[in-house]
């Protein structure tokens, strides 16, 4: 089983483990060539609330993208958002999946 996002993928380490490999979508800049973006490497063994954690990170900090400094008040209201954000995503997939039961 894996859980996909928009720009995140989650795959179990194993079937009986609540721990989780995450990949993270990064930009690939090759010389001469197109910029791309693709899942990069995995971030290993972790509990499901440290990955979406991370997720949530991730996202706040690919909102910040181009500001050098940012202070902790705005960093934290936008981290807020994107948590809300991610939270109503999963409540979503929620109601889909239990519309399928």
């Known amino acids: 089983m894996v859980i996909k996002g928009e720009d995140y993928e989650l795959t179990p380490v194993s079937a009986d483990s609540p721990h989780w490999d995450l990949r993270l979508m990064k930009i690939i800049k090759p010389r001469g060539g197109v910029p791309r973006e693709e899942l990069g490497d995995a971030m290993y063994g972790l509990p499901l609330s440290s990955a979406i954690s991370r997720i949530i990170h991730y996202r706040t900090r690919k ?27 999963l409540r979503e997939q929620k109601v889909e999946i239990e519309n399928d039961l």
């Open 63 to 89: 909102h910040f993208k181009d500001e050098e400094t940012v202070k902790l008040a705005d960093y934290i209201k936008v981290l807020q958002i994107m948590d809300d954000r991610l939270r109503k995503e």
